[in-house]
């Protein structure tokens, strides 16, 4: 997800209400384009940055609550609540790779620097997915699990992997209701308003 862009048009002598509505406008044009990554389960990234943008149209609108309708109130729980299952399903994730890297690490005996290339979100930005001493104390050979302790690690791996299947359904059910009911207008009419 990109930093926050400065935003056009906004006059400071411009009442608050038309510069929320200015700013909400530029919150929603980052959150709209991200709908299409939705029916694509395993696009982490992108749905991970679908919840940034819901946050920041959410605090954007909580911010100028008072110069937007009383509709508003429901499209914030609706953004609320597809922010809590982006969250709870990207921290999900999280933990999938992490039980992931662990597993395959033992597996493979691949060492420490080749399970950090494994945990680059970009290999040459040398930012991590997974904190590289994180990543150390996973791969530690003094700190190996024993054959019990990986049959638990590989039980909870599966469990985190049908639970992710269930977070994943129930938010997409929620994402087509509302683009059912027109979840978009709704916004835009309060943005309009």
């Given at each position: 997800?990109?930093?926050?862009?400065?935003?056009?048009?906004?006059?400071?002598?411009?009442?608050?209400?038309?510069?929320?509505?200015?700013?909400?406008?530029?919150?929603?044009?980052e959150?709209?384009?991200?709908n299409?990554?939705?029916?694509t389960?395993?696009?982490?990234?992108?749905?991970?940055?679908?919840?940034?943008?819901?946050?920041?149209?959410?605090?954007?609108?909580?911010?100028?609550?008072?110069?937007?309708p009383?509709?508003?109130?429901t499209?914030?729980?609706?953004l609320?609540?597809?922010?809590?299952?982006?969250?709870t399903?990207?921290?999900?994730?999280?933990m999938?790779?992490?039980?992931?890297l662990?597993?395959?690490?033992?597996?493979?005996?691949?060492?420490?620097?080749?399970?950090?290339?494994?945990?680059?979100?970009?290999?040459?930005?040398?930012?991590?997915?997974?904190?590289?001493l994180?990543?150390?104390?996973?791969?530690?050979?003094?700190?190996?699990?024993?054959?019990?302790?990986?049959?638990?690690?590989?039980?909870?791996?599966?469990?985190?992997?049908?639970?992710?299947?269930?977070?994943?359904?129930?938010f997409n059910?929620?994402?087509?209701?509302?683009?059912?009911?027109?979840?978009?207008r709704e916004?835009?009419?309060?943005?309009?308003?």
């Amino acid at each position: 997800m990109a930093k926050v862009s400065p935003i056009p048009n906004l006059s400071p002598q411009a009442s608050v209400a038309k510069n929320a509505r200015i700013i909400a406008r530029a919150k929603f044009d980052e959150f709209e384009p991200w709908n299409n990554i939705v029916d694509t389960s395993y696009n982490v990234r992108g749905l991970h940055h679908l919840r940034i943008a819901a946050k920041r149209l959410r605090y954007t609108l909580e911010l100028f609550l008072d110069t937007f309708p009383s509709s508003c109130a429901t499209v914030l729980q609706e953004l609320e609540q597809l922010q809590a299952e982006l969250g709870t399903l990207h921290d999900t994730d999280v933990m999938i790779a992490v039980l992931r890297l662990c597993l395959g690490g033992l597996d493979s005996g691949t060492g420490y620097e080749q399970a950090l290339v494994r945990a680059y979100t970009k290999r040459n930005t040398g930012t991590f997915i997974i904190p590289p001493l994180l990543i150390a104390s996973l791969l530690n050979p003094t700190t190996s699990p024993t054959a019990e302790e990986r049959y638990g690690l590989e039980y909870l791996l599966l469990c985190l992997q049908q639970e992710r299947e269930k977070l994943y359904t129930d938010f997409n059910q929620h994402w087509h209701m509302l683009q059912a009911r027109d979840f978009r207008r709704e916004i835009l009419s309060i943005l309009d308003a």
